[in-house]
């Protein structure tokens, strides 16, 4: 079955130190994709970045990078100098492509407060 | 470039009402799917509308219901509500089935 594990429940840092989320997902499809989504306090669930599973290139978009490592089936993401606006709840999720199943399973998100 | 809407804002209902709740999609999209975050959780898969028919569904009852129309929004439906149902409902659009999907505002419903 299908799972996304975020370990850390919050996280707080100072403002321009770096942070890392944690995500460890469980598939047994082949074919798969990976998402982070951000969810500011207003609520609505803004698109970071997906990822098929057959591309393990880590990817950079300004101060945001993802890890993605099959072989310990984790896809972390790097926030660099940290800034206040970043503060929200972070989703990691995964859909698996078999059957053209489009639903996304969420984790339980990773609360993140920036500090000024 | 407008996108994905959802009305209305907040809800208030109480035990064994129904409620609609709509979604627009963002412009060019012709898929729909609708999700229930509960406090604290991360979203959960309610279903999906594709070409006005529902292609997939999680695990829901069948007190929830939806709609797809042909300019594509979307409808969501729950009969009989409980207390369990206070949740916000996100609605998500992509271009076509298995394409990203956006998310819209949702929705927050609380049943009392």
């Known amino acids: 079955a299908q799972k996304v594990t975020q370990a850390q429940t919050e996280i707080s840092v100072v403002e321009k130190e770096d942070v890392t989320l944690d995500c460890v997902y469980e598939t047994r499809d082949t074919t798969y994709y990976l998402f982070w989504y951000k969810q500011p306090p207003s609520g609505e669930l803004v698109f970071l970045i997906r990822?098929?599973?057959?591309?393990?290139q880590n990817e950079i978009s300004g101060r945001y990078s993802w890890n993605f490592q099959k072989s310990t089936s984790s896809f972390n993401f790097t926030i660099t100098a940290s800034q206040v606006v970043d503060s929200a709840v972070y989703f990691c999720a995964l859909s698996e492509a078999r059957d053209r199943d489009d639903k996304i399973i969420f984790g339980k998100g990773t609360r993140l407060h920036i500090l000024p | 470039d407008a996108g994905v809407t959802q009305s209305p804002t907040h809800l208030i209902k109480t035990r064994g009402q129904q409620v609609t709740l709509r979604c627009s999609p963002k412009s060019g999209h012709d898929t729909v799917s609708w999700y229930q975050q509960a406090l604290g959780q991360g979203p959960q898969f309610i279903f999906q509308y594709y070409e006005e028919e529902e292609r997939q569904r999680g695990n829901f009852p069948d007190r929830f219901s939806g709609h797809q129309f042909p300019n594509y929004s979307s409808e969501l439906n729950v009969n009989a509500l409980l207390l369990g149902d206070s949740a916000l409902y996100l609605c998500a659009s992509s271009f076509t089935v298995g394409d990203t999907q956006y998310f819209g505002p949702g929705t927050r419903l609380t049943v009392l």
């Open positions: 990822r098929n599973s057959f591309d393990e």
